[in-house]
């Protein structure tokens, strides 16, 4: 979250901010993870701005920064990582807006993830009901 964030801060080069965060953080980082993640969503915005765009309430620009970030992740890894249960995606998101979003936005992030959740992994959210 720290980087997509850094990075919608400032609008530096997704690899200039990996190799700092590289140089800054311990081996415990799931590097792969990262580098799939982190790297492809710069690549991803336009496409991640426009599922954003069918089930959110505002501008996109209108939105907090710290949750911009987890729903840039969340839309990423709804649309991506089908390896990552959707549940798991959305539970992260909003346990990190809990501990660095502003008050409730957990709510929303859980809200706007629900949504794109069903319109993209609705098959498996009828295989775990």
């Known amino acids: 979250m720290q980087a997509v964030y850094q990075w919608l801060m400032t609008s530096n080069e997704p690899f200039q901010i990996a190799a700092q965060f ?4 311990s081996s415990k980082v799931d590097w792969d993870y990262f580098d799939e993640v982190f790297l492809r969503i710069p690549a991803c915005r336009k496409s991640i701005e426009d599922q954003l765009g069918s089930v959110i309430d505002r501008d996109i620009d209108a939105l907090d920064m710290i949750e911009k970030a987890l729903l840039y992740i969340g839309v990423f890894e709804l649309t991506n990582l089908s390896d990552i249960p959707y549940r798991v995606v959305i539970n992260e998101c909003v ?3 809990k501990t660095y979003g502003a008050s409730d ?4 992030v859980n809200g706007v993830l629900d949504k794109l959740a069903k319109k993209f992994r609705s098959d498996e959210m009828q295989t775990i009901s």
């Open 22 to 25: 590289r140089e800054a953080n």
């Open 95 to 97: 346990e990190l807006a």
């Open 105 to 108: 936005s957990h709510k929303y």
